[in-house]
């Protein structure tokens, strides 16, 4: 079992920064991708971003792609999600994620995600 917490949610304008973080309970490196997903108000839940065990490959939704950066500290059980030039469109409760790869990759449909965090709320202002 994996606990999952994440934090740095906030308020910002237009075009501003974040740094997601989400802390497990245990050690996932090597054995559990790591993704970070959002749901905006009143849409579903959507992939944003992922990373390998070891961190060495990354995957991104298209809509973030170039703004955000996924990254993960093993020794310290935590991934991040950086997130810049923020727009209101990324305006979401973001959640963490972990689970375990199919063996054909880290795209949202090769990873079957088995632990949750709670959620952070970012909410971008225009």
């Known amino acids: 079992q994996v606990q999952l917490e994440e934090s740095g949610g906030s308020q910002v304008q237009t075009g501003g920064s974040l740094r997601l973080s989400c802390v497990a309970s245990?050690?996932?490196?090597?054995?559990?991708?790591m993704g970070w997903f959002r749901q905006p108000p009143g849409k579903e839940r959507e992939f944003v971003a992922s990373i390998s065990g070891l961190g060495v490959r990354t995957y991104y939704a298209d809509s973030v792609k170039g703004r955000f950066i996924i990254s993960r500290n093993n020794p310290e059980n935590t991934a991040y999600l950086q997130m810049n030039s923020l727009s209101p469109e990324d305006t979401a409760v973001y959640y963490c994620?972990?689970?375990?790869?199919?063996?054909?990759?880290?795209?949202?449909?090769?990873?079957?995600?088995?632990?949750w965090g709670q959620g952070t709320q970012v909410t971008v202002s225009s």
């Open positions: 245990r050690r996932t490196s090597g054995a559990y991708v």
């Open positions: 994620a972990a689970g375990q790869s199919d063996g054909r990759g880290i795209a949202p449909a090769s990873v079957k995600y088995e632990y």
